[in-house]
């Protein structure tokens, strides 16, 4: 007689799990070795973590996998870390960590794109990240000058369209100032968020310079260059007189007059694209509600100093009072 042996093998089933979490810290910006920006917010919604379940069944194991997904909020202050980093670093990071993922440029570009046309639509919806590979062949004809915000939101869409289509970020896009490479892509609309993030609207505009100028380290306060640039520009903006409710830099310049939104909207402008290392400043109110003035601060190696206003007789004025100073792109 022939004695058959049958044993049963029961099935597994191995799940991997990642909790959601939700940091209490504000922002925090590291940079290492490897050029790593990492930006923590505090949110009341909760980031979608990845999940990936493989379950083993009759056949090949089955895989899926759940991409995570950013609020506004976290990718705002990611996006106000990445244009800090730029302009300490004269150029992009390798990657900026949300909450605990590692997002490279490339995504990067895709996440503030997303969310840029997400808050011209008044929404909140999370963006999902996605997987998107560097571009090749970078091209950059691009001169200085401003992008108004129609424009600016329109190319935004044009990028989300190439990524969502080809799977990468683009090279470049065209622009009314010429070709805009993925490096300024990504510094321009992280920008825009940062005021954003910062005024709770949408700039009027976004300055734009070749990235070349922006790459370029700053130059020291030793080379005579340098002082005759600064001298040129500040003499070409003391003709400019103080008008108030004039706030465009372009009408400025056209018509020699504009307020301190306009003032220093030009002085960024001229002074970026000379390689200078510039920012606009703002202060409020003691509510710190209402905006009452802007100016300029410049980096020539020796930290961040205020315009010299006065030196140059300008017509307008510097830092006022000890308000809440803020940092702010556009207009």
């Not at 639509?121 to 062949?137: A, E, I, Q, R």
């Not at 805009?180 to 609207?201: A, E, G, H």
């Amino acid at each position: 007689m022939l004695l058959v042996l049958t044993i049963a093998l029961p099935l597994s089933a191995d799940t991997a799990f990642a909790t959601n979490t939700t940091s209490t810290n504000t922002s925090l910006i590291k940079t290492n070795t490897t050029h790593t920006v990492t930006a923590t917010t505090t949110s009341n919604n909760l980031t979608t973590a990845a999940k990936t379940t493989t379950t083993q069944a009759a056949g090949s194991p089955a895989t899926t996998t759940t991409q995570p997904s950013f609020t506004k909020s976290q990718i705002n202050t990611a996006a106000a870390s990445v244009t800090n980093f730029v302009q300490t670093n004269h150029r992009l990071p390798n990657y900026v960590t949300i909450s605990t993922h590692q997002v490279t440029m490339p995504q990067f570009l895709q996440l503030i794109t997303a969310n840029l046309l997400n808050i011209n639509k008044g929404l909140n919806t999370p963006v999902t990240l996605k997987t998107v590979t560097s571009p090749v062949n970078t091209t950059e004809t691009v001169k200085s000058g401003n992008i108004l915000k129609s424009e600016y939101l329109t190319l935004a869409q044009t990028i989300q369209t190439s990524i969502s289509s080809t799977g990468k970020a683009p090279s470049y896009v065209n622009s009314s100032l010429g070709k805009i490479k993925f490096d300024n892509l990504v510094y321009s609309y992280s920008k825009i968020l940062n005021f954003q993030n910062t005024n709770q609207r949408l700039p009027n505009y976004v300055s734009v310079t070749p990235w070349t100028s922006i790459s370029t380290t700053t130059p020291t306060t030793t080379t005579t260059n340098v002082q005759s640039i600064l001298n040129a520009i500040g003499y070409a903006e003391a003709k400019f007189a103080d008008v108030q409710g004039q706030s465009s830099p372009t009408v400025m310049a056209q018509v020699g007059y504009g307020d301190c939104w306009a003032d220093s909207g030009w002085l960024f402008n001229q002074l970026t694209v000379k390689g200078i290392q510039t920012r606009i400043m703002q202060c409020t109110d003691s509510s710190g509600l209402y905006y009452l003035h802007r100016w300029v601060d410049i980096n020539i190696g020796n930290g961040w100093q205020v315009w010299n206003y006065q030196g140059y007789n300008s017509q307008h004025y510097g830092a006022l009072g000890s308000g809440s100073f803020v940092e702010a792109q556009g207009g």
